[in-house]
């Protein structure tokens, strides 16, 4: 059985704000509720009575399940509330969207914003536990747990003298700042690689190496994100074409056979196959894409729980 | 205000009986343009500065006490916003005048990006007359550039100056189009009138909410590169060179636009700067807590900058420090970072955190501060202030450098609150602010006391 020990956000903003003492508590109540997930009753009773509100301003469909899901495994009820159904489009801020929610009793918010930054003010705003589901390219925290989580069970609890290499659109991708954080927290090296428009230099102040010679990120590599190409949120000017993309840094078997044998090849999804990589990569035995995807449940359910306890204690017996 | 101004006085000098008489004594009395920092004595006459009083003048003054103060020429803003006409929810002409007399200044340039824009001479005669009736420091309107400020077609400059502008302007937009930036110069030259202009090329700066480099990569806020200051700093002094007009570049935040400045001004290229209290004491580390009120247009910059910019007041690259004044109200501004409007109010926080930045922190000594906020900003725009010469305007400040207080948006005469300095402790505070030899401000707005 796991301890709650030292954990006392009300919220999970950011993973640059969390301890590796604190990301520790996460995994182990992710590892215990991962044994769950193989019981026919799945649903845990620990937040039961308990309300959840998904507030998503921006479109998403895995994360939003994700979280729906994990809600309802903790017994608790989870409330759907997307940027055209809310009152955002009649003129409402988002001030006052909040404290409408809060108004109705809701236990718990997660949410989605296009705007970086907005579950760090939601979180002054409320006192009910703010769930960062992605805020712009800021940060997608309960992403990086998820992958962290899933190189952890393959590699034990530190990553030292690891190398993960992200690869892609890194200047429009809260995924990959998350992962910044987290990864370098355990003990990783992370190296960036990608064109230059998508890459700047800037990023080496976060501790990272950048890279933009795609064979020598990944001759060493033991674990290699891919990062879909957002080509929705990009102005045109940041790189010629994706059939450009794809031929100067998609993943295909030629690049692929670079990488040590059993590296681990990620990606948070949706996957543009053919661009980012190469449909067959995508289904390898190197692939864990899926293991990611069940791996978010547990992850966003230690998240709800904690942050949940952290505002309204609830006893350890009823948590598993 | 000016018309109002001399009409109160007119005639008030014939008789010494109706005169109104201001001596300021005690003071430190610092006027840069005429060299002067000693202790001794202001004194004013019917709204103008004079040099002594007779004794009859003497005991029929009006006496302040300044000692331990010092007294210094009304400070001088050539870059606020009013909001007047058409965002009064924001700001107006009578609530910005008293921010501007409770920071000590006595004379602000407003900027012409109102509700409908400041485009025509009818807009500025209804601007004036609002000064007239409501302004309690002077006020001289700006024009803009182009029609709508849209960057398309060129305002009525001629008719604009004739109604009374000091500069025209399409501040908060640049100019983005070369060729009607290129024929504003030139047509605004043959009127002897400034061309100020918000140097940001817009392609470069489109998403841009912060400044770009390290820290809006780690926020993931839209990072707004010095290029797109620099390029315009760049196309600004090429016109300049080439037509003769005079461009004055506002609020300047990027160190290579400063050195570019730094070298046209070698060239004796007719081009004058300013800088403003944030960008000189603020950088973009502060909006790592994504509070709305470190947002503005420019965006704060870094540390290399900030330097960069207190060099160039220093060494005269700069020739001014300007507030860019810019009310927002708390609901406009209370929303996620990227929506927030760009801006942060400025008057009455402008004192305290210059003498912080420049002579707490030992760049320059306080005489120099004060031409940077009087005399330096007047000749900018060749107006009629920022000194204590005999027979001036009698515009004076009276401030305290070491009075300590701390910025509470309650006690603010701006209609807005939108300041990153709200809660902190300042020090440096104005005592009193006199226009014409009235006092406007003593601690609490003229208006109220009424």
Same mark, same amino acid.
């Given at each position: 059985? #796991?301890?709650?020990?030292?954990?006392?956000?009300?919220?999970?903003?950011?993973?640059?704000?969390?301890?590796?003492?604190?990301?520790?508590?996460?995994?182990?109540?992710?590892?215990?509720?991962?044994? #769950?997930?193989?019981?026919?009753?799945?649903?845990?009773?620990?937040?039961?009575?308990?309300?959840?509100?998904?507030?998503?301003?921006?479109?998403?469909?895995?994360?939003?399940?994700?979280?729906?899901?994990?809600?309802?495994?903790?017994?608790?009820?989870?409330?759907?509330?997307?940027?055209?159904?809310?009152?955002?489009?009649?003129?409402?801020?988002?001030? =006052?969207?909040?404290?409408?929610?809060?108004?109705?009793?809701?236990?718990?918010?997660?949410?989605?914003?296009?705007?970086? @930054?907005?579950?760090?003010?939601?979180?002054?705003?409320?006192?009910?536990?703010?769930?960062?589901?992605?805020?712009?390219?800021?940060?997608?925290?309960?992403?990086?747990?998820?992958?962290?989580?899933?190189?952890?069970?393959?590699?034990?609890?530190?990553?030292?003298?690891?190398?993960?290499?992200?690869?892609?659109?890194?200047?429009?991708?809260?995924?990959?700042?998350?992962?910044?954080?987290?990864?370098?927290?355990?003990?990783?090296?992370? #190296?960036?690689?990608?064109?230059?428009?998508?890459?700047?230099?800037?990023?080496?102040?976060?501790?990272?190496?950048?890279?933009?010679?795609?064979?020598?990120?990944?001759?060493?590599?033991?674990?290699?994100?891919?990062?879909?190409?957002?080509?929705?949120?990009?102005?045109?000017?940041?790189?010629?074409?994706?059939?450009?993309?794809?031929?100067?840094?998609?993943?295909? %078997?030629?690049?692929?056979?670079?990488?040590?044998?059993?590296?681990?090849?990620?990606?948070?999804?949706?996957?543009?196959?053919?661009?980012?990589?190469?449909?067959?990569?995508? =289904?390898?035995?190197?692939?864990?894409?899926?293991?990611?995807?069940?791996?978010?449940?547990?992850?966003?359910?230690?998240?709800?729980?904690?942050?949940?306890?952290?505002?309204?204690?609830?006893?350890?017996?009823?948590?598993? | 205000?000016?018309?109002?101004?001399?009409?109160?006085?007119? &005639?008030?000098?014939?008789?010494?009986?109706?005169?109104?008489?201001?001596?300021?004594?005690? &003071?430190?009395?610092?006027?840069?343009?005429?060299?002067?920092?000693?202790?001794?004595?202001?004194?004013?006459?019917?709204?103008?500065?004079?040099?002594?009083?007779?004794?009859?003048?003497?005991?029929?003054?009006?006496?302040?006490?300044?000692?331990?103060?010092?007294?210094?020429?009304?400070?001088?803003?050539?870059?606020?916003?009013?909001?007047?006409?058409?965002?009064?929810?924001?700001?107006?002409?009578?609530?910005?005048?008293?921010?501007? %007399?409770?920071?000590?200044?006595?004379?602000?340039?407003?900027?012409? *990006?109102?509700?409908?824009?400041?485009?025509?001479?009818?807009?500025?005669?209804?601007?004036?007359?609002?000064?007239?009736?409501?302004?309690?420091?002077?006020?001289? /309107?700006?024009?803009?550039?182009?029609? &709508?400020?849209?960057?398309?077609?060129?305002?009525?400059?001629?008719?604009?100056?004739?109604? @009374?502008?000091?500069?025209?302007?399409?501040?908060?937009?640049?100019?983005?189009?070369?060729?009607?930036?290129?024929?504003?110069?030139?047509?605004?030259?043959?009127?002897?009138?400034?061309?100020?202009?918000?140097?940001?090329?817009?392609?470069?700066?489109?998403?841009?909410?912060?400044?770009?480099?390290?820290?809006?990569?780690?926020? &993931?806020?839209?990072?707004?590169?010095?290029?797109?200051? =620099?390029?315009?700093?760049?196309?600004?002094?090429?016109?300049?060179?080439?037509?003769?007009?005079?461009?004055?570049?506002?609020?300047?935040?990027? %160190?290579? %636009?400063?050195?570019?400045?730094?070298?046209?001004?070698?060239?004796?290229?007719?081009?004058?700067?300013?800088?403003?209290?944030?960008?000189?004491?603020?950088?973009?580390?502060?909006?790592?807590?994504?509070?709305?009120?470190?947002?503005?247009?420019?965006?704060?910059?870094?540390?290399?900058?900030?330097?960069?910019?207190?060099?160039?007041?220093?060494?005269?690259?700069?020739?001014?420090?300007?507030?860019?004044?810019?009310?927002?109200?708390?609901?406009?501004?209370?929303?996620?970072?990227?929506?927030? /409007?760009?801006?942060?109010?400025?008057?009455?926080?402008?004192?305290?955190?210059?003498?912080?930045?420049?002579?707490?922190?030992?760049?320059?000594?306080?005489?120099?501060?004060?031409?940077?906020?009087? *005399?330096?900003?007047?000749?900018?725009?060749?107006?009629?202030?920022?000194?204590?010469?005999?027979?001036?305007?009698?515009?004076?400040?009276?401030?305290?450098?070491?009075?300590?207080?701390?910025?509470?948006?309650?006690?603010?005469?701006?209609?807005?609150?939108?300041?990153?300095?709200?809660?902190?402790?300042?020090?440096?505070?104005?005592?009193?602010?006199?226009?014409?030899?009235?006092?406007?401000?003593?601690?609490?707005?003229?208006?109220?006391?009424?």
């Amino acid at each position: 059985m #796991t301890s709650t020990g030292t954990w006392t956000h009300k919220d999970f903003i950011s993973i640059e704000d969390i301890t590796r003492d604190e990301l520790e508590i996460l995994f182990k109540l992710a590892s215990s509720f991962k044994q #769950t997930l193989g019981r026919s009753q799945k649903k845990l009773p620990s937040l039961r009575g308990k309300t959840l509100v998904n507030l998503f301003m921006e479109p998403s469909t895995r994360t939003r399940v994700s979280f729906e899901i994990a809600a309802s495994r903790l017994s608790a009820d989870s409330i759907f509330i997307s940027a055209s159904a809310s009152s955002l489009v009649k003129g409402e801020t988002l001030r =006052d969207t909040a404290r409408n929610i809060v108004a109705l009793n809701a236990d718990l918010l997660v949410m989605r914003h296009s705007a970086p @930054g907005s579950s760090l003010y939601l979180s002054k705003i409320i006192d009910i536990p703010v769930i960062n589901a992605g805020d712009g390219a800021h940060a997608h925290p309960t992403q990086a747990l998820l992958d962290c989580f899933t190189l952890r069970e393959r590699w034990g609890s530190d990553f030292s003298g690891k190398k993960v290499t992200i690869l892609g659109d890194i200047l429009f991708s809260r995924v990959a700042r998350s992962n910044i954080w987290a990864l370098q927290k355990l003990g990783a090296k992370v #190296t960036l690689v990608g064109p230059s428009t998508l890459v700047p230099e800037y990023f080496s102040a976060m501790g990272v190496e950048v890279s933009h010679d795609l064979k020598r990120a990944l001759v060493d590599t033991d674990a290699l994100m891919l990062l879909r190409i957002q080509h929705e949120r990009q102005t045109s000017t940041h790189f010629p074409s994706l059939r450009e993309y794809t031929s100067m840094f998609g993943l295909n %078997a030629m690049r692929a056979s670079w990488l040590k044998p059993g590296t681990i090849i990620m990606h948070p999804g949706p996957i543009n196959r053919g661009v980012e990589i190469d449909s067959k990569l995508a =289904d390898s035995d190197h692939s864990v894409i899926l293991e990611q995807v069940t791996n978010g449940i547990i992850c966003r359910m230690a998240v709800l729980y904690l942050c949940a306890s952290a505002v309204n204690p609830v006893s350890r017996e009823e948590v598993i | 205000m000016r018309e109002r101004r001399e009409s109160r006085f007119q &005639g008030g000098g014939n008789l010494v009986a109706m005169s109104k008489v201001l001596w300021i004594s005690g &003071g430190r009395v610092i006027d840069p343009a005429n060299n002067r920092d000693e202790s001794g004595d202001v004194f004013a006459v019917d709204g103008r500065v004079v040099s002594s009083l007779s004794e009859e003048q003497k005991s029929a003054a009006r006496r302040i006490d300044a000692g331990g103060l010092v007294v210094c020429p009304g400070f001088v803003d050539i870059h606020v916003h009013l909001r007047e006409p058409g965002q009064t929810h924001k700001e107006n002409i009578a609530s910005g005048t008293r921010a501007a %007399a409770a920071g000590g200044f006595t004379t602000v340039v407003c900027m012409p *990006n109102t509700e409908p824009p400041a485009d025509n001479a009818g807009t500025i005669q209804f601007i004036k007359d609002a000064i007239a009736r409501d302004a309690v420091v002077n006020v001289y /309107p700006t024009g803009c550039i182009t029609v &709508g400020r849209q960057g398309e077609r060129l305002a009525p400059t001629g008719s604009l100056k004739r109604a @009374g502008v000091v500069a025209i302007t399409d501040d908060g937009d640049c100019v983005q189009n070369n060729e009607i930036m290129r024929r504003a110069v030139e047509y605004a030259k043959m009127f002897d009138i400034c061309v100020m202009d918000h140097c940001q090329d817009a392609a470069l700066t489109e998403g841009s909410v912060m400044n770009e480099g390290a820290n809006s990569i780690r926020f &993931g806020l839209g990072g707004w590169p010095n290029s797109a200051e =620099d390029i315009i700093v760049s196309r600004n002094v090429i016109l300049s060179s080439y037509s003769g007009a005079h461009i004055h570049l506002q609020h300047i935040t990027s %160190a290579y %636009a400063v050195d570019i400045i730094r070298r046209a001004k070698q060239r004796g290229i007719r081009i004058t700067a300013e800088a403003s209290p944030h960008h000189i004491s603020l950088t973009d580390d502060l909006l790592k807590t994504y509070d709305v009120n470190y947002k503005m247009n420019p965006p704060l910059r870094t540390e290399e900058d900030r330097q960069a910019l207190i060099s160039g007041l220093l060494d005269g690259t700069l020739d001014c420090i300007a507030t860019d004044h810019a009310p927002h109200t708390d609901y406009e501004k209370d929303r996620e970072f990227d929506y927030a /409007p760009f801006g942060i109010i400025g008057l009455e926080t402008a004192l305290a955190v210059c003498l912080q930045t420049l002579v707490v922190a030992g760049k320059c000594d306080l005489p120099f501060l004060v031409s940077l906020l009087t *005399n330096k900003p007047a000749k900018v725009l060749k107006l009629d202030a920022g000194t204590l010469s005999p027979g001036a305007m009698a515009d004076i400040t009276i401030f305290d450098p070491e009075r300590e207080w701390t910025a509470n948006p309650d006690d603010y005469q701006s209609r807005s609150v939108n300041s990153p300095w709200n809660g902190q402790q300042l020090r440096g505070k104005v005592a009193q602010t006199i226009v014409a030899g009235e006092i406007v401000w003593s601690g609490e707005s003229a208006s109220k006391m009424a």
